[in-house]
């Protein structure tokens, strides 16, 4: 016989989704209304309004996409680039990989830049690629790589882009409200996230916004959108029409209500305190993984706060530790991915994760499972 | 400054979202976990299983997508047709044009088959089509049309579809939980639907049944799914795989649980006792429509319960009505959608708002508002 389903709370100090607020999930149980009703519209503007405040852009298209974070990758490929296409893609982990196979599918041309994972993408090897390949149409690169926790200079890579007139699509999943983002200032034409990192909301949602560059790209189109469901210029007559909306899909009302109420927590909090946060307990984690002998993937210069890719120590068996720490503490870490599977495990600080009291928890924690 | 949302909780009569109890809600709210947590590979496991008992199927391969109807329709048509591939696609509403153009969007010949909105897809014609075309992949059609309330003949045409080698690809979005549908009894290869209709589930997750056929054709593509979020074959291994599940995206955490508990409850009622409810209630309204001279697009042989299509009275402002029942009387129902806008209400029983006290209201309110 099935039964209501009522899950042993854990805390989620994995890649992904972080602890979800009790105040978020208040807001997701709000009742349900429909996604035409003037109180729902007046609603998808202020989480137009507050998205901008968190990807620091004034871009008109700023939504959150009614699908995870992949679809909100595979949204910015299939509207922004179309077949035959040159694209510089760099490769530094999973989601580099995943990029590189969104963009073959639309029958572009995939110039790859590879760099071992745990290393930022390489500045040098960008430019190198741009100085080889004339007409590259855009430069595609993971900001935060969630399989390692490297951060790429994307300010510097926009900015090469731009010196060779082509746009920039990037992946801020991770990043987006965790650290350092500034999507106007860097000159960043396309960016996608996640509701579940740093935002502290709900899996499901995968905020989007493009400039408008990328907007003039899209309109300006030669073929269709090979995706219905993903095509933002009809998406846009829902999101973004003047005063009457045209129904494109039904969204996922109350995934919204709770996005809206952790994008009101974190700019309440301010985006740079949020930073800080992050910044600082990272800190806190670090030093007391360094007494436990424990070591990093990514070297300090380029190691994101809220997300730890740590060398799983000689000798510990990966999969023993993650269960025993779930099982005893109700506490989450996650597994290496790819081709880090079994060499690293990932800690993620993310939003509402990232407090003295967890990384408290997970030090004890780890110091008994280990020692 | 902007506030926390505190929605007024409406009546929704319209084509979905259809109102969710505070059942549903309350398990929407639980403690979001990890997707690759082991309570969570349990649940999916019991929707799986919920699932196969809503669609009357004993399909594997019956998931719920993590993203509304609209991609339910698409990842069946670009995990099942090729580029030129030939499909017939029935036309009798906004959805059969939707599937349409999915098809015409992955490269693929639509041989179109239009009949008048309102009335059922014509059995007649699509025998004929198979006449007069050779190597049909696929039969492609609407089985309950949201847009007009008519419901097709799905039994039928699955068995025409059979008898001429192709394999059918079903829109059940409306119907699932509202009005018979056998899936496998059917002989049905594809079906999608939308968790916020006669599930009562709130918005953003599609329910996807594939038969061991469809599966063998996915299996067998010559071409790679354009498509990589609603790529099945990827989808599957977290899904589906024994044991072990491998990472895809991140799950819809929340919506899931509202989902395994809306299906819960269908369960508890039983299907054919929730099918008896919807035609019952669907009886009533009609009783009492008559009685203020409304009549219905769809005759009363091809009409579903749950989507009431009815025509604007002579003289009547479409959107005056509909604006003075939601805000005196917070009572939502739906406007006339593509070539019925401003000719036809849409009036929603579906699920939890199927029950006397909404019907009696509607009726009440709208006398109010027409007399």
């Known amino acids: 016989m099935l039964e209501t389903f009522n899950p042993t709370p854990r805390i989620l100090m994995g890649p992904g989704p972080s602890n979800v607020s009790p105040r978020v999930l208040g807001a997701l149980a709000k009742p349900t209304i429909g996604h035409l009703d003037p109180q729902f519209i007046k609603l998808m503007d202020e989480i137009k309004q ?63 830049i590879e760099d071992t994972w745990g290393d930022p993408v390489s500045v040098g090897k960008v430019e190198h690629a741009f100085a080889m390949h004339k007409n590259v149409k855009a430069l595609v690169f993971v900001h935060a790589e969630t399989s390692t926790g490297a951060c790429s ?116 909090e301010g985006l740079e305190q949020a930073w800080s946060r992050h910044a600082q307990l990272h800190q806190r984690l670090k030093s007391g993984l360094a007494e436990l002998g424990i070591r ?15 060398l799983i120590p000689e000798g510990v068996d990966d999969a023993q530790v993650r269960t025993h720490l779930l099982n005893k503490f109700n506490l989450e870490i996650g597994a290496g991915l790819g081709q880090l599977a079994g060499k690293t495990w990932r800690v993620g600080l993310m939003g509402a994760t990232a407090n003295e009291q967890n990384v408290a928890l997970l030090l004890t924690a780890l110091k008994e499972v280990l020692v």
Chains 1, 2 share one sequence.
């Open 50 to 112: 507050l998205l901008q405040y968190a990807f620091v852009t004034k871009n008109e298209f700023t939504i959150a996409l009614s699908a995870p974070g992949s679809a909100g990758m595979e949204a910015c490929i299939v509207n922004l680039i179309e077949p035959n296409d040159k694209v510089i893609v760099c490769v530094n982990g999973v989601f580099g990989g995943r990029l590189k196979e969104n963009i073959e599918r639309v029958g572009a041309q995939a110039i790859v």
């Open 296 to 310: 990093f993937l990514v070297n300090d210069a380029h190691q994101l706060p809220q997300l730890n890719s740590i």
């Open 153 to 268: 200079d994307a300010k510097t890579l926009c900015n090469i882009a731009k010196q060779n007139d082509a746009i920039t699509i990037v992946d801020a999943v991770t990043s987006l409200g965790g650290s350092e983002l500034k999507v106007d200032e860097w000159g960043i034409d396309a960016v996608y996230s996640g509701s579940q990192k740093c935002l502290s909301c709900v899996p499901g949602l995968s905020p989007v916004s493009f400039s408008p560059k990328a907007v003039e790209i899209l309109k300006s189109r030669k073929t269709k959108v090979p995706s219905w469901f993903l095509d933002q210029s009809l998406v846009m007559g829902y999101w973004s029409g003047e005063g009457k909306r045209s129904y494109h899909h039904t969204a996922p009302i109350n995934s919204l209500y709770a996005l809206h109420e952790s994008l009101l927590m974190l700019k309440n």
